[in-house]
Nanobody, 119 residues
Framework: QVQLVESGGGLVQPGGSLRLSCAAS????????MGWYRQAPGKQREWVAD???????IYADSVKGRFTIFRENSKNTVHLQMNSLKPEDTAIYYC?????????????WGQGTQVTVSS
């Protein structure tokens, strides 16, 4: 039921910027915690950033100060603005959604979008 479609990945040089977007459907978007995760080859998927339904944000230490997560509830979309990119940021980036409140918990994952940081 939760459907997430990502876009914005690509190849960028170190120090460059990218903005990832995740469009959600099939949910009441404003009621969902949204997050970004990433997975590099041969490594486990790691959490990157979350934004609550109320707009509070939290970041992994590895991206703090460089990445910004924000949501546009009117467009059912969450974004990840990535600045000062490093080769270590190279990974497949995944969007995640999780419902809040007392009802049945619904979650979903996006298909992933490749981010490659290389000179």
């Amino acid at each position: 039921q939760v459907q997430l479609v990502e876009s914005g990945g690509g190849l960028v040089q170190p120090g460059g910027s990218l903005r990832l977007s995740c469009a959600a459907s099939g949910i009441i978007f404003s009621n969902y915690l949204m997050g970004w995760y990433r997975q590099a080859p041969g490594k486990q998927r790691e959490w990157v950033a979350d934004i609550t339904s109320g707009g509070s944000t939290i970041y992994a230490d590895s991206v703090k100060g460089r990445f910004t997560i924000f949501r546009e509830n009117s467009k059912n979309t969450v974004h990840l603005q990535m600045n000062s990119l490093k080769p270590e940021d190279t990974a497949i980036y995944y969007c995640h959604a999780a419902s809040t409140g007392s009802g049945r918990r619904n979650t979903g994952w996006g298909q992933g979008t490749q981010v490659t940081v290389s000179s």
